[in-house]
């Protein structure tokens, strides 16, 4: 029996117990895919325009009218916003607790016009119209000064959802997550301590190593990290620094979407084309930006549930050892 060991994620300082004797115990199966609405009752569908409201970005074919057919990708106003772009921050407090308004962004970027369509199986072309969108959208939404960060999410599969088409949400806030919060300090206090980047020396080592390894294009590597949170979680990393998504370049965009493109292919293969959330770390914005971070994407399969010691001890525990999870990406890759 091999024992679990616990990890340490030298960039969150987070411990993780790795427990390879349970790799193999049965899982609980996902709940099945939701229908989601038919193209033909889809508001994120060609023809169908006029139910989403006016578009905020788009790349669409030359000669075609805005707000109908013609476009490649689409960015609109989410109906259902988490944070809402009118009004003041108003901040306010009732005895000890502190309030404001939910002042920020929430946009729907429409990925295809095809309805059924895996971003696995998206074209690196349109992959890359898809992150480029992602990146005008950051650079644009930065320009209102309420906001501090701009983070892009996107979920596949997940259960209650009413719309399958593919599509992601941009969303700007006016104050920086927790999460990148907690990377921000273990990146300062990192620099601090070694005068570089920690992701930066994680991804030479992961490179080194291979045992975690996914693959790679030329700007841009993927890997399990070595202290995963979550069975089959993986990152995909900018091989050089950069701290600010909205600098990557033309050929690293493209890269990132050659990669997305592999290791969702992976994906599907090994888990049988499971529910998964991908989001987009990227450092704060204007003032609140800070060089030491790297901004990279982070994929993790929708976990079907959480164990009782996580919650309560709040240390993840993670039966898939990432070198046996890379080891298996790589096998689902070929």
């Not at 994620?9 to 411990?15: G, K, L, S």
């Not at 772009?85 to 946009?107: F, R, W």
């Not at 994906?267 to 998964?276: E, F, I, S, V």
Request: net charge negative.
């Amino acid at each position: 029996m091999i024992h679990p060991r616990l990890r340490k994620d030298p960039m969150t300082q987070r411990w993780v117990v790795v427990s390879p004797d349970r790799a193999d115990l049965p899982s609980p199966d996902f709940p099945p895919r939701p229908a989601g609405l038919s193209s033909e009752a889809c508001p994120f569908c060609p023809g169908h325009e006029a139910q989403t409201g006016p578009e905020i970005h788009v790349e669409r074919e030359a000669g075609t009218p805005s707000n109908a057919s013609g476009w490649t990708v689409r960015v609109v106003a989410d109906r259902y916003p988490i944070f809402r772009i009118e009004g003041g921050l108003e901040k306010s407090a009732e005895g000890m607790y502190d309030s404001m308004n939910a002042v920020g962004a929430h946009e729907i970027l429409i990925e295809t016009p095809a309805h059924h369509c895996h971003l696995a199986d998206f074209d690196a072309t349109q992959l890359e119209r898809v992150f480029r969108t992602v990146q005008q959208r950051s650079l644009d939404l930065r320009n209102d000064s309420r906001f501090r960060h701009v983070i892009w999410v996107r979920n596949y599969g997940l259960p209650g959802s009413v719309f399958q088409h593919p599509h992601s949400h941009v969303m700007a806030s006016a104050f920086v997550p927790r999460a990148i919060e907690e990377e921000l300090k273990g990146f300062r206090e990192y620099a601090r301590w070694k005068e570089r980047c920690v992701l930066c020396d994680i991804v030479q080592q992961e490179q080194r190593d291979g045992r975690r390894l996914l693959g790679r294009e030329e700007q841009v590597v993927g890997f399990a990290p070595f202290a995963s949170g979550f069975a089959y979680e993986f990152w995909l990393v900018p091989v050089h620094h950069t701290h600010d998504f909205g600098d990557a370049s033309p050929r690293m965009l493209r890269d990132l979407a050659r990669l997305v493109q592999r290791t969702l292919r992976g994906l599907q293969r090994l888990l049988n084309d499971p529910p998964y959330t991908m989001v987009l770390h990227s450092c704060p914005l204007g003032e609140f930006s800070q060089e030491e971070y790297h901004w990279h994407v982070e994929v993790v399969p929708q976990p079907p549930h959480m164990l009782g010691p996580e919650l309560g001890t709040g240390v993840l525990i993670n039966p898939v050892p990432p070198e046996l999870a890379a080891e298996r990406y790589r096998r689902a890759m070929e």
